[in-house]
């Protein structure tokens, strides 16, 4: 099995500002998303490229990942964010806006020109040409490795209204989750707008658990705890998990393939399901 990685809280922070990155670094978001983009103003983009670059040269908190999202290469600094950050220290960067595999395959062409490939690329997928050609995106690029679903670009894009249940996006949140699983690739759910509405936070964050996104990106740090508790395994879960784990094992000394465990039928399918949740239950406690 692949290792397991927590990835519950994705948290978006502006690149331009110098104090939110400097917070940013004791927060227990399981992955930092240092924006260059859409949360910096045209004016301020090569300033936020430089304070980007100077947090990715300091410590990270342990087992906190670290990602860069770029400008898209279609812009005035997409390019320059590239050659100056691939190699600058970020566990992966994140490309806005992807609509085909073409422009994976391009990104890592140029980063491969410049002797500047990160070892990892995460792509965006947030307008419906990004969500129609998903699968190929997914499987554009060894490097690949998360694909995030950006909700408030794709909803702008359908001429549809954001609501409570999410309904407008549904099949677009499912066709990207669909598409990493296809690729064994993470898929990250998109944010929730209203800071205020804390009930309507966790039951997206539910509906994304249940979906099948790994995690859930965040604009504001006062969101992390919820999202951390709803994505993580709940301790029934785990000890549960680790009995099916157990008497399957049993099962098989007996030449058993199949064991009931609390009423329910358990297959090896189960066992690899429940092998992840106690990985991840792991991860979680090591990363504090």
Not at 39 to 63: I, Q, S, T
Not at 203 to 214: K, N
Not at 220 to 239: C, L, Q, S, Y
């Amino acid at each position: 099995m692949a290792t397991v990685r927590p990835r519950r809280s994705a948290l978006y922070v502006p690149g331009s500002n110098a104090r939110a990155l400097e917070k940013a670094r004791g927060l227990p978001a399981d992955v930092l998303i240092l924006d260059l983009e859409d949360a910096v103003a045209p004016g301020a983009k090569e300033e936020a490229r430089r304070l980007v670059a100077a947090e990715l040269a300091r410590p990270g908190r342990p087992r906190q990942e670290r990602v860069v999202r770029v400008n898209g290469l279609g812009s005035p600094w997409g390019e320059a964010d590239l050659r100056a950050l691939a190699r600058g220290g970020a566990d992966a960067i994140l490309l806005p806006k992807v609509e085909s595999a073409d422009r994976v395959r391009e990104t890592e062409a140029l980063l491969a020109r410049g002797d500047a490939l990160p070892s990892v690329l995460w792509a965006m997928i947030e307008t419906p040409r990004g969500v129609l050609r998903a699968p190929e995106i997914a499987a554009s690029c060894p490097r690949l490795a998360c694909l995030v679903a950006g909700t408030s670009d794709l909803v702008k894009d359908l001429h549809a209204r954001h609501t409570p249940s999410r309904r407008e996006v549904l099949t677009s949140l499912s066709l990207v989750v669909l598409a990493a699983r296809a690729q064994g690739l993470v898929a990250l759910d998109g944010v929730h707008l209203d800071l205020d509405d804390d009930a309507g936070f966790e039951a997206s964050c539910r509906q994304g658990l249940e979906l099948g996104f790994d995690g859930k990106t965040l604009i504001h740090p006062k969101t992390i705890e919820a999202a951390n508790r709803v994505f993580a395994p709940e301790e029934g879960a785990v000890d549960r998990a680790k009995r099916v784990i157990a008497a399957h094992a049993e099962a098989a000394t007996r030449g058993q393939g199949v064991v009931v465990v609390d009423g329910r039928l358990v297959e090896a399918l189960h066992v690899e399901e429940a092998r992840r949740i106690v990985a991840l239950a792991e991860a979680i406690a090591i990363s504090g």
